[in-house]
């Protein structure tokens, strides 16, 4: 049986694969190991500038596996409460890294795979890519952060709609709404993708770690601490070296150089 997750290097970006294309690439008890260590990995990782996000096969993740429910559904329960806390943790970790994190959508999504494919700060979907919630129609309820990310980008509203109901969203309709940045055709994802975490992994790594705080905690800020917060953390940026290799490289006309190193800013 193949690896369930590679991880691999490139340029100062960290490609993490599901290789489970066999199995919907599922959040199984194996998948979810490979997952947490990998973003383990990653997290401690200073070399570390953008991470991507993507699968193999005809679909990006089919969620958790239903076979393995049905095996025992009198201790599902059980099963559930051991195997979410890490998994939670994990993505957690992944989504808040003080870097630019990048998922490709190959195909459908479903169940967690939502919100392993949601977690991502830009999202870029295959035409072939569905998105389908899935839980309501087996009883469950969403995990893996699917709800969270999911509600930011389409509100409560729709957000319900999508999981009551568990109607397939194409690519065209996720696009509509929100739910991804882009969408492209199947043979040119992979390589849009990978250019476009490249691209982030060359760009300030101080600015961007502190623009991905700003938008993330705008929604729980007052105007007032917003304010506050762009002010000390323009001033910061303004003090970097990116900022003056910055300043320089756009006025000699050329592209810049930043050498600054990944440093999680705090908001506090």
């Known amino acids: 049986m193949p690896t369930p997750l590679l991880l691999e290097h490139l340029d100062g970006v960290a490609m993490l694969t599901l290789n489970r294309p066999d199995r919907a690439n599922v959040l199984d008890v194996e998948m979810s190991a490979a997952l947490i260590a990998a973003i383990d990995a990653v997290a401690q990782d200073k070399s570390v500038r953008a991470v991507l996000l993507q699968a193999r096969g005809r679909q990006f993740c089919g969620g ?6 049905a095996s025992t559904p009198e201790q599902l329960g059980d099963l559930l409460e051991r195997g979410i806390p890490p998994l939670h943790r994990a993505i957690h970790r992944l989504a808040t890294l003080p870097l630019p994190v990048i998922s490709a959508l190959n195909g459908p999504i479903g169940g967690g795979g939502i919100g392993l494919a949601l977690c991502a700060d830009i999202v870029l979907a295959a035409e072939s890519m569905k998105l389908r919630g899935g839980y309501s ?11 969270w990310f999911l509600a930011r980008r389409v509100g409560a509203a729709r957000c319900k709609e999508v999981f009551f109901t568990n109607e397939a969203l194409s690519a065209r309709e996720c696009l509509a709404l929100g739910i991804v940045s882009k969408v492209y055709p199947d043979a040119e994802l992979a390589e849009r ?6 691209s982030l ?3 300030a790594a101080g600015s961007l770690a502190r623009i991905k705080l700003l938008a993330d905690g705008a929604h729980s800020r007052t105007l007032a601490e917003q304010l506050e917060l762009e002010q000390r953390f323009m ?10 290799e910055g300043v320089r490289a756009f006025m000699q006309k050329r592209a810049p150089r930043f050498t600054d190193p990944v440093r999680p800013p705090e908001a506090g």
């Open 201 to 203: 992994a060359r760009g």
């Open 64 to 69: 958790g596996n239903i076979g393995d429910f």
């Open 235 to 244: 001033v910061e940026s303004g003090r970097s070296a990116d900022s003056a």
């Open 137 to 147: 129609a087996i009883g469950l309820t969403p995990d893996v952060g699917a709800s």
């Open 193 to 198: 993708a990978l250019a476009l975490a490249a």
